[in-house]
């Protein structure tokens, strides 16, 4: 009833939307009702659009991440509040939308998701986010210490096995390279950087060579 | 524990979930002649799994390919497959041999596996032996009635054939015999045939094939697809891969293999369609 409501309505409350969410009973009526959604999400939908995350309906989860991405600040408590420890697909999707957000009270979650998730896909998502969070957000004193030890964290996922993290890191220190110009941490980060070019992964060779021209530093011969 | 059917292990994104080595090398070894025939199928997997090249591993698991003591009730040989599927990761061609001789075993499985094998191995002289499989064309190419399976492992043969035969002097047999298979019933089939008709030809047609693959209704050859195109390293694909209907990892992978091919380690400037890569595969961490 309420659906037939809403239809006819030109603007639809936020909670029909939500409710046409929650009594979505195809993948298909599931998509367009995410998508209805996501298109006007207010903060009473914060809840359904996290829960969706988990639904193992990629197209669903990406259409819900980016409603959560539009309300910014609003939806990082309760992102963080509701983060999913069993299911790695929903947090990997959370994470992507906390990176999207930018916003520094993520900073303890992508951390310790970048440093010791057991889904590599969890891991490169907030590998990549920690070297674009808004510093500026953080009082100076707060600022100087997560930044030092987003570096440490990043330098050494630079090490791991996997060329996925290897990757997903040098995008991490090139974004944080650039808010650290000039200074010696971003000096030691275009060493890193110029060490990698010599990675035995093709892949992440160019994206370090990539990485060092973004940071304005010419990639040498080795 | 054996990998999937449809993809060979080199393709995929590395698993979810770490695994943890609970053996020795000398270890593996010695099960693989133990009484205890499961220890034996397992010691065979692991030796693949955890790439132990050592000669002595090789030796063993080329004798297993002989092995008569492991059956199925349907006549099988679960040790020789394993035995098969290991020696593809371990880069020895002394294995090249053993593994021709199981094109011919009268276990499906066997056959699968070596010719998956003998693909990674690269030794393009076994090529005349695979492309034995294909002969029939599409009529011997057809499901076996109550088995899982065709006659032939038709997409293993020919991701292999794609693999092993282009600029040999066999290039022209393999393109007669794998390009009938663009119009098998099965869009698996279709989508094997297609990648290795890029593989001998370079021609766009095949590769645009592959793309629109990634359309395909069933998402485990959406997966293919783009495991495919990651191989070939077809760069028009691009932007389709990116915007695919499948996990990012998936993607990332795919693109990596685009990638890999437009980087020059002794030339320091990157082009211009290895940074638009770059960006794409970014987004998609």
């Known amino acids: 009833m309420i659906v037939t409501h809403s239809a006819a309505s030109p603007s639809p409350t936020p909670e029909a939307l939500i409710a046409a ?131 440490e964290t990043l330098l050494t996922i630079a090490q791991d096995s996997d060329w996925s993290l290897r990757y997903a890191a040098i995008v991490g220190l090139q974004g944080l390279a650039l808010a650290l110009a000039p200074s010696r941490e971003c000096n030691r980060i275009q060493q890193q950087l110029q060490q990698m070019t010599t990675d035995t992964d093709r892949a992440v060779l160019a994206r370090a060579r990539y990485a060092l021209t973004v940071v304005g530093a010419a990639p040498e011969t080795a | 524990m054996p990998e999937s059917p449809l993809l060979p292990e080199r393709d995929q994104p590395s698993s979810e979930l770490a695994e943890a080595p609970s053996l020795t090398v000398e270890q593996a070894i010695a099960q693989l002649t133990d009484p205890d025939l499961s220890l034996r199928y397992y010691a065979a997997w692991w030796l693949g799994k955890f790439r132990v090249t050592d000669p002595a591993a090789v030796t063993a698991l080329i004798a297993a390919l002989e092995d008569d003591s492991d059956r199925t009730e349907l006549g099988g040989y679960p040790l020789r497959r394993n035995a098969a599927r290991a020696l593809g990761k371990l880069d020895d061609r002394r294995a090249v041999p053993g593994l021709v001789r199981c094109l011919s075993c009268d276990d499906f499985y066997v056959r699968e596996a070596a010719a998956q094998s003998l693909g990674m191995l690269g030794d393009a002289s076994c090529v005349p032996e695979l492309l034995k499989l294909l002969v029939g064309g599409l009529a011997a190419a057809q499901p076996v009635p109550g088995r899982p399976h065709l006659a032939q492992p038709v997409e293993a043969v020919v991701e292999a054939v794609g693999a092993l035969a282009p600029q040999t002097p066999w290039e022209a047999e393999a393109i007669e015999r794998v390009r009938p298979l663009l119009n098998h019933s099965l869009r698996r089939v ?84 290895a940074v638009q890569l770059i960006e794409l595969m970014d987004s998609l961490l």
């Open chain 1, 21 to 151: 969410v929650e009594q979505a009973d195809s993948p298909e009526r599931l998509l367009a009702a995410v998508q209805r959604l996501a298109a006007s999400p207010s903060e009473v939908s914060i809840p359904t659009l996290i829960r969706v995350l988990g639904y193992n309906n990629a197209g669903a989860a990406s259409l819900a991440m980016q409603g959560l991405v539009q309300l910014g600040a609003a939806a990082v408590a309760p992102l963080l509040d509701q983060l999913d420890d069993y299911n790695y697909g929903a947090r990997a999707w959370a994470i992507r939308a906390l990176v999207a957000i930018r916003d520094p009270r993520a900073l303890e979650v992508l951390l310790s998701a970048a440093a010791a998730d057991f889904a590599p896909s969890v891991r490169r998502a907030a590998t990549k986010g920690l070297g674009t969070l808004l510093w500026q957000q953080l009082p100076d004193h707060q600022r100087w210490q997560a930044q030092a030890r987003t570096l």
């Open chain 2, 190 to 273: 279709q989508y094997a045939a297609a990648r290795a008709m890029y593989q001998l030809t370079r021609e766009a047609i095949y590769g645009d094939r592959l793309v629109q693959a990634l359309s395909d209704p069933d998402v485990n050859l959406r997966r293919v697809a783009l495991s495919d195109l990651g191989a070939v390293g077809y760069l028009p694909a691009a932007e389709a891969i990116a915007t695919a209907a499948a996990e990012n990892s998936f993607k990332l992978f795919s693109l990596k293999g685009l990638l890999e091919q437009q980087i020059y380690p002794e030339e320091l400037q990157l082009s211009t369609a």
